[in-house]
């Protein structure tokens, strides 16, 4: 291909609001450009490297078995509402009227189209184990959409769904799916980090994200120095860093003191000359959608559970819950909201607070409260000396000891794991960084196929709702990923399975003898199937060098007429990625590149 | 590929919905599901030929030069907004409203996003000219989605939109273009019409559709049994049928006779005792945005010209004009409509009617008309002793001549053609066929660039807006349309180029020696590079045969233990398009088949 004619509109600027290296030089490098906020367009040389991407997970896909399929982007809000998702899913969803005042649905995800399709068509045990995929376009309503192709409105995923008789079946597949996932981001070049994470909106337990470290990552992650252990900070957890056998025989009886206007945990620690350590934190929660059974839990007696759907599981639209957790650490509230199997929980308002403990904000605790169920943070069951709330305006409990003093309606893990706690699994320190989610396989047991009516016959003829698992990779998040992790102050440093080109040609100048060897090469390495972009530009060389060096090919060949002039023509070669450049004879260059390029390859598809 | 893992649901029954032969076989040979109306899944067998028209469009735009780019498929409703289509579009237009009440569009076509794209890139005249196309998700909100993919609402189109200094580089690029979609058809193995269209919607001149015929095509053609001419019946012509030398020397004056109660032309007839093509039929009609300048014409004098857009072009609002026409012939409403460059024509109202001529409808006639322009059919130049209204109830004229007795404002040609006229070409006779567009190449002139303010510099560094072609191909409809010609009653008949497969092989039982020769048959041909389903399922033969029919891939090798056990064992192969088989030795089949596929790729190819 000639450059002259490949719209290659690469900038010298860098884009004003280009915050990431990939934003920035997607842009400088001609592979994109903006329609609106969110919405952008791949230009020639971004289409090359964001059909490698695609072409590299379909293979992936179809070499577990996986079937690609073609719904449509556009789907019928029916599906949704059958889902419940049509309610549940907030304002993300770009939900659309036509003219007939049919609804639709811009799909984010399929998994109602796919259990649609399926549905439909299955009817014996036979046809499952059942794997299904596309590679199509997707749109999430941001509100602020940021950083390039990283979180765009419009993105295209690979989104696949897998059916099952039973649990070993799917635990296969998500294995398979893993190790796909993992050889599709090798493929790319790209450091992974496999996280366990919460499954979020998407119900169900068993998932696994795959997430790429990223300075303005959604996600923070907690990995450990010494081992593998990598979790979302949602859902990671730590070693106990607490006596669990410590008891109150030396605890004198707890005791109301004075504690005028002093709040937060800060001051009373002033005021009372220690260490948060020695608080137990009390927090007020609302949560909504609680799905489990609160008939026995204090104070929720009177609590009525309802359908949000007909096909929905009972639950409490609103139920108010207290926290207890050591003064120096935080309650996770995704945790927590997993513990309740509530959909969302929240700090309660002031008001609410004020109700339920009869006091106002900053003098909850756990003695004598019995307006609300009391979850308390495994480490406040150590805790057998410890100031807390009385429940009363300015007043405070001292001596106060677990199980002794209070009880627990539940105890669970619900701390916020931080940099410098202990692995749980090897007890190594945990430190924090930033990550982005590229991809995400989730076992989703029966969300969809029970509230859609899925149905087969096992081998007794008798009739089942099979299980489901669905495994999604964000295309152009990996392809700007690539970009992230390989770029220097130059431009982009393509890994060769994604690079638009193999090798960009520059004759210095395209004329006469140059014109001839470029032209040769072109041929040369075409026939060996290596993708060659020629700088045919009547351009200076600087700015053929820049340009290469921006749009990042892996391989530089530049010839001029003093290499063509000896007496074994010579061009000069060069690797993106390296600095030194070395003289090769003109004839063996094709060769020689090729057999370069083709060993890259195979290593990075080993 | 299996056959027992390829998700391949054939039917045995016929969908009920489905009155055109690529609906029913798309669902009867497991191409596609339904997902609600004009909303289907491409399921694997499907979106192989899917992929594979995909790729031959995709071929052919770059050998002439086209470069892909990949936009979103939702965008900005404001490039609607400057483009003038977010209110000229109508309904068809899916117009959507995001969570911060941002207007969106649902892509029916992307004039506006690439032109927004290329007015941001473009600086030079250097730079022109520039083919630009994608291949990606379109929708329509068609009121009555019908015929499966052939009018679906949500589907796939290839379309390229090109940039040009001058006419004469547009037509260029027209003319590959048209090049390109004739060797795009061809190679599908598919029969178009190239017919001149009218452009419609789009704006601009110069435009050609490629048609196919189908009986429930959207489109009528007219076609010359002796040559080439093809066109829509929307801006067919014909050879004149009248005698233009006519005069008016033996015409009596012209007198008006009462004709009490007689206001249709069949009634007149009847009354006066003579045929249709005596008479002038005058009809009144209402025009909205006419462009054209009514300064000097009757009636008009009071009309005044406004802009829609600060961009858009000075025009009236509505005016009323007066068509007269042979007796025996129709108006052509399109053709009227381009005459007056208006966007939209119809009869007027019977209280406009009444307004205009003084008269109920019925009795309109171009003597004495002066109320409002009036816009002749060259057939009524030649008509020199005719019938026409009187502009008084219960009366018309007689012995009436162009030129003698009216005037005409403007003579043009609107009738409509009908079969049986007479070729403008050739003098042949014309019939009709229904067809439906799969592609369309237009001339759009500035319509887009002036709108949307794209400039360069020339030559001599002075300001210039660019002209614009655009061309469209529906994947969609291609891949139908090739089984609509190409399929019989027992199934679908591939042609070789977008077959999901190339060959089908059926052991009788896949097991013992059969399953060992299929398997290595599978081997021998997926080397050459020909594609394979293998039909491993334990099904009987006739099921098998069946499928194979039905999903019509084009060669299939049957496998059975009589013809393994033969001195040199043989098999059976079959071309799904002849009625005989043949059996030939196992071990040169393979060969045998990849010089026949090659072969047959290539003259589709050449």
């Known amino acids: ?70 719904p449509t982007v556009v789907v019928p809000g029916e599906l949704w509402k059958e889902s419940g998702r049509w309610d549940s899913m907030g304002d993300a969803l770009l939900r659309v009227k036509n003219r007939l005042e049919n609804d639709f649905v811009v799909s984010p995800t399929a998994e109602e189209a796919f259990t649609s399709i399926v549905r439909d068509e299955l009817s014996s045990y036979r046809q499952l184990p059942l794997t ?34 039973d649990e070993k079946s799917l635990d296969e597949t998500y294995q398979a799916m893993g190790r796909a996932y993992r050889r599709i981001f090798k493929r790319c070049g790209l450091s992974v980090i496999p996280v366990k994470a919460d499954s979020g909106a998407m119900g169900g337990s068993g998932s696994e994200e795959f997430m790429v470290e990223s300075e303005v990552g959604d996600n923070t992650l907690l990995l450990c120095k010494n081992c593998d252990y990598a979790a979302n900070e949602e859902k990671a957890s730590c070693a106990p860093d607490y006596d669990s056998s410590a008891d109150t025989a030396n605890t004198p009886p707890f005791e109301k003191i004075e504690t005028p206007n002093v709040k937060t945990i800060d001051e009373l620690c002033v005021f009372l000359k220690t260490e948060p350590k020695t608080f137990i ?13 609160l008939t026995k839990a204090p104070g929720c007696e009177k609590l009525e559970r309802k359908r ?28 927590l909201a997993a513990a309740l199997k509530s959909s969302e929980v929240s700090l309660a308002s002031d008001a609410d607070v004020s109700r339920l403990t009869n ?3 900053g003098f909850a605790g756990p003695v004598g409260l019995t307006a609300l169920p009391l979850i308390i943070d495994q480490t406040v069951t150590a805790m ?11 007043f405070h409990y001292k001596h106060v000891a677990f199980k002794r003093d209070f009880k627990a309606w539940m105890v669970k893990d619900i701390r916020t794991v931080k940099a410098g706690d202990k692995c749980s699994l090897c007890g190594g320190q945990l430190y924090a960084k930033m990550g982005n989610e590229l991809g995400h396989i989730f076992k989703l047991g029966g969300k969809y196929t029970v509230s859609m009516n899925v149905k087969y016959l096992d081998e007794n003829g008798k009739t089942q709702t099979p299980i489901m698992g669905c495994y999604g990779i964000g295309i152009d998040r990996t392809l700007a990923s ?33 014109k001839t060897a470029a032209d040769k090469l072109v041929d040369e390495l075409a026939k ?38 000896q007496q074994i023509p010579q061009v000069e070669i060069k690797r993106r990625s390296e600095k030194e450049n070395q003289m090769t004879e003109l004839d063996k260059t094709a060769a020689l590149l090729t057999e370069k390029i083709r060993e890259e390859l195979a290593v990075l598809n080993s």
């Not at 409105?153 to 008789?165: G, L, N, Q, V």
């Not at 992790?485 to 040609?505: F, K, L, Q, R």
């Not at 351009?539 to 090919?553: H, M, Q, S, W, Y």
Request: net charge negative; proline share 5%; charged share 25%.
């Open 1 to 70: 291909m000639n450059y002259s004619s490949s719209f290659i509109p690469t900038l010298r600027e860098v884009p004003a609001d280009a915050v990431i290296a990939s934003r920035r030089l997607m842009f400088r490098a001609g592979l994109l450009r903006k329609l609106s906020n969110g919405l952008f367009a791949y230009l020639p040389l971004g289409l090359r490297s964001f059909r490698k991407v695609e072409q590299i997970v379909r293979e992936e896909m179809n070499a577990i078995g996986a079937l690609e399929l073609k």
């Open 132 to 165: 299904l995929y596309q590679i199509n376009t997707k749109f999430r309503d941001e509100v602020r959409p940021r950083y390039g192709v990283m979180r765009g409105r419009e993105f295209t995923m690979k989104d696949a769904y897998s059916w099952h008789i």
């Open 281 to 293: 934190k009390t927090l007020i929660y609302r949560a909504l959608n609680v799905e489990l059974d």
């Open 308 to 335: 949000t759907s007909p096909d929905a599981p009972l639950v409490y639209p609103e139920a108010f819950f207290a926290a207890a957790i050591r003064g120096d650490l935080d309650v996770n509230e995704v945790k």
């Open 359 to 361: 006091a106002p904000v």
């Open 384 to 394: 057998n000396d410890s100031v807390t709330g009385a429940l009363e305006k300015d």
């Open 482 to 514: 690539v970009i992230e992790e390989h770029h220097d102050d130059s431009g982009i440093v393509w890994t060769m399975s994604v690079a638009p080109y193999h090798v960009i040609i520059v004759p210095i100048k395209y004329d006469g003898g140059m």
């Open 528 to 565: 060996n199937g290596i993708e060659v972009l020629l700088d045919d530009r009547n351009e200076r060389p600087g700015v053929k060098f820049n340009d290469a060096d921006l749009t990042g090919i892996p391989w530089r060949v530049v010839i001029g007429d003093k290499g063509l002039a």
